[in-house]
């Protein structure tokens, strides 16, 4: 089994992490300089707001491309633990902290159910997690009625969660200045599942079955079992990207609000060096992927572009982020 770990374990650095990191900076500078309003401390936290529950999808998503799947129900997912947990809190007067409990569960349940889909009853994990996205995005709007969800305002009881992610600072002047603690979340999340995959059995059985699920069967693996892990910890981070998202949206939230979102989150998986065909990828690769999203996001309507052009060049970038994992596995091959 050494062998195969080995060969099946991502690199720290390669080429393509390289390239995206120098991209990433150069956004930022080039935003930077077109645009005063970019390089504001207010337009900075801004784009962490979107940031953080966009980096936490991308973890989980990053689990099950190395495995050789995918997970397209995080968009929608994320939304509907947001908007059930909420209801909780809101409709039912449950204190916020079972809320958020209860988005992490959500979470865990529909990240086992897409597991049980792909690892037991061997679905293709494209049709699977499409058959869930449709499954949570339904669910949000019945469980919900068809209203939107506010989880409690930062001034009000029950806006101390808000915290986690941003905290309000008085300042010598009596105004607050925004403080983005879930910047200190996302960075034990990244540390703490970068060291699940590259350091742990979970996390090289996982790459191992990603480069060849046969050769990992016949090695021992219990591949059922590992793969389940990736998509329970894929839910998992959903539920946690619920927390954030409804942290971060200060207005209701509705059912419709996490249509397209799981795109973003394994795109910048993708940008960020995890292969398509599994078998090798980085949390931290993951992570400057999305920071490119998130600097497109919010750098293009500051230098005068409509949103329809970030995905006109986030197209572009995964492009050459695909074109570049298919010419490296032909050198493997």
Same mark, same amino acid.
């Given at each position: 089994?050494?062998?195969?770990n080995k060969s099946g374990?991502?690199?720290?650095?390669?080429?393509?992490?390289?390239?995206?990191?120098?991209?990433?900076?150069?956004?930022?500078?080039?935003?930077?300089?077109?645009?005063?309003?970019?390089?504001?401390?207010?337009?900075?936290?801004?784009?962490?707001?979107?940031?953080?529950?966009?980096?936490?999808?991308?973890?989980?998503?990053?689990?099950?491309?190395?495995?050789?799947?995918?997970?397209?129900?995080?968009?929608?997912?994320?939304?509907?633990?947001?908007?059930?947990?909420?209801?909780?809190?809101?409709?039912?007067?449950?204190?916020?902290?079972?809320?958020?409990?209860?988005?992490?569960?959500?979470?865990?349940?529909?990240?086992? +159910?897409? /597991? @049980?889909? #792909?690892?037991?009853?061997?679905?293709? &994990?494209? !049709?699977?997690?499409?058959?869930?996205?449709? $499954?949570?995005?339904?669910?949000?709007?019945?469980?919900?009625?068809?209203?939107?969800?506010?989880?409690?305002?930062?001034?009000?009881?029950?806006?101390?969660?808000?915290?986690?992610?941003?905290?309000?600072?008085?300042?010598?002047?009596?105004?607050?200045?925004?403080?983005?603690?879930?910047?200190?979340?996302?960075?034990?999340?990244?540390?703490?599942?970068?060291?699940?995959?590259?350091?742990?059995?979970?996390?090289?059985?996982?790459?191992?079955?990603?480069?060849?699920?046969?050769?990992?069967? +016949?090695? /021992? @693996?219990? #591949?059922?079992?590992?793969?389940?892990? &990736?998509? !329970?910890?894929?839910?998992?981070?959903?539920? $946690?990207?619920?927390?954030?998202?409804?942290?971060?949206?200060?207005?209701?939230?509705?059912?419709?609000?996490?249509?397209?979102?799981?795109?973003?989150?394994?795109?910048?998986?993708?940008?960020?060096g995890t292969s398509m065909?599994?078998?090798?990828?980085?949390?931290?690769?993951?992570?400057?992927?999305?920071?490119?999203?998130?600097?497109?996001?919010?750098?293009?309507?500051?230098?005068?572009?409509?949103?329809?052009?970030?995905?006109?060049?986030?197209?572009?970038?995964?492009?050459?982020?695909?074109?570049?994992? @298919?010419?490296?596995?032909?050198?493997?091959?």
């Open positions: 089994m050494q062998t195969l374990r991502t690199r720290k650095f390669d080429l393509q992490r390289i390239v995206v990191l120098a991209v990433a900076i150069v956004l930022a500078a080039v935003f930077s300089i077109a645009s005063k309003e970019f390089r504001q401390y207010t337009t900075i936290v801004t784009l962490l707001d979107s940031f953080y529950y966009f980096a936490f999808m991308s973890i989980g998503v990053t689990f099950c491309l190395i495995s050789g799947g995918n997970d397209l129900s995080v968009g929608t997912g994320m939304v509907c633990y947001a908007m059930i947990a909420g209801m909780l809190v809101k409709d039912f007067g449950c204190p916020v902290w079972v809320g958020m409990i209860v988005a992490l569960v959500l979470g865990l349940i529909f990240g086992a +159910l897409n /597991g @049980v889909m #792909v690892s037991i009853m061997n679905l293709p &994990a494209f !049709i699977a997690t499409l058959c869930t996205m449709l $499954i949570t995005r339904g669910l949000s709007s019945v469980a919900c009625g068809g209203a939107s969800i506010s989880w409690p305002a930062r001034a009000s009881e029950g806006g101390w969660f808000r915290n986690i992610f941003k905290y309000m600072m008085p300042n010598a002047l009596g105004k607050k200045t925004p403080i983005p603690t879930g910047l200190i979340v996302v960075l034990i999340a990244v540390i703490l599942m970068s060291i699940i995959l590259n350091k742990t059995r979970v996390g090289r059985y996982i790459i191992a079955i990603g480069s060849n699920k046969e050769a990992a069967r +016949l090695s /021992g @693996v219990n #591949v059922v079992k590992y793969q389940m892990f &990736a998509y !329970i910890i894929s839910g998992l981070f959903a539920g $946690i990207a619920g927390i954030a998202f409804a942290a971060s949206n200060a207005s209701s939230i509705t059912a419709s609000s996490g249509l397209g979102l799981e795109l973003d989150a394994i795109g910048g998986a993708i940008i960020g065909t599994g078998g090798s990828g980085s949390i931290i690769g993951s992570m400057i992927g999305v920071l490119i999203l998130a600097l497109l996001k919010n750098g293009l309507p500051k230098i005068g572009l409509t949103g329809d052009w970030q995905h006109v060049i986030t197209g572009i970038i995964l492009i050459a982020a695909i074109w570049f994992d @298919v010419i490296k596995n032909r050198k493997k091959a």
